[in-house]
């Protein structure tokens, strides 16, 4: 696969998302981009117990093929910081975990963070790298389908506060990201549906006739199997959907405008996330979220392609994504009064048209 390339205006930077096939090459590409600067690398448990990278390659065995640490792999394990997994961890004490090792293995300004991870590894290693000395460089090694196609690719980084998720952060791009779908091989079938859902809401958003993403991923989600045939089938779809995130994020990098389409289906999602107590997992909801905006574009007058409830609830059903809940609209709307995204009184809806169009819409709660 071709790399993708980003261009951020307001800094005037440029970085790469490559797509390493195999471990060997992420390896050696990774080695390259490190050069001889001092680094460190951060995963969670999981990914460190369950992926052949750590397990298999020799990635971190010594491992002389690979020059990264100069002398081979030997001391890699000094240079590695292994965090609990999830969501709950994802704080202030991971953030000074990362800090002070860094500062033990004598990271200055010139050293660089390394995120082997999801997106909660992804989010925090790009936060932990923005303050530490006022801002090192950092790269993203995305192990969810969520983080490639989503979370690694745009520079939002952060944490979550008592009072919300991810209400302390920093725009910070990384310098490079590399995306080795190898990763997914060893990736629980839940976490395969929630990058899905966020596949989904990119071709909801963006379709042209060069990427028909939303009608790519129908016909794939014919050959639905949650086995490594199917892993195959969605290589390719991996990076048109990095394409559309890429898109936006070039076009409104600080959310101030079209970035703000990506929050399709959330608004209605994070709500239903919150009153079945985070037991219906992310993707899940944001794929009612979506259902639920398409209920609301039809009661507004915008959606004007009737069609695409039906596509999408099939689209789903053969993804094996369940949209049923029982939570009726006056308590997802009262749910939504936690948004972060509400401002006065107003949450800001996007609604889908048409596939590829979606528009904003002002509700009054
Ligand atoms: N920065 C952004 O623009 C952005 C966008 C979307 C989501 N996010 C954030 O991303 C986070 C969710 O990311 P996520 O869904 O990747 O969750 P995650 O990082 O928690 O990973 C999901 C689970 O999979 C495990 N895992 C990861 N890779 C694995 C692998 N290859 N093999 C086996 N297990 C593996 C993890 O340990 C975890 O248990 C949220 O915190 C969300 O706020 C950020
Ligand atoms: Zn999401």
Redesign the pocket.
Known sequence: MHDINLHIKRQDIDYSIKFPQDFETLATQLAAQINDRNFLIIT????FN??SLFQKSGFFKNNNQVPLDKGGMRGISRNLLILP???KY?NWSSIEKILDKAFSQNLDRSSLLIAI???????MV?FASHIFMRGIPFIQI??????MV?????????I?SPFG??LIGAFHQPEAVFCCTK??????EV?IK??LC?MIKHGMIHHTPENPHFEELEKLSEKYAPNSHFLEGLVPLISQSIAIKKHIVQQDEQESGTRENLNLGHTFGHAIELLSEFKIP??QAVAMGILKSIEYAKKYGVLEDESLEKRLQKMLKNFGISTEHNFSDAEIIEAMQHDKKKKRGQIRLILPQRIGQVCPHRLNI
Do not use: R
């Not at 969670?44 to 990914?47: A, F, H, S, T, Y």
């Not at 990763?183 to 629980?188: G, K, N, T």
């Open positions: 969670d448990e999981n990914i369950k992926s997994p999830g969501e994802k991870g999801g997106g909660v590894v992804g989010d790009g995305p192990t969810t389908l969520l983080a989503d979370s690694s690719v745009g520079g939002k980084t952060g979550d998720k991810n990763f997914l091989e060893s990736l629980p976490e929630n990058g966020e992310h993707g």
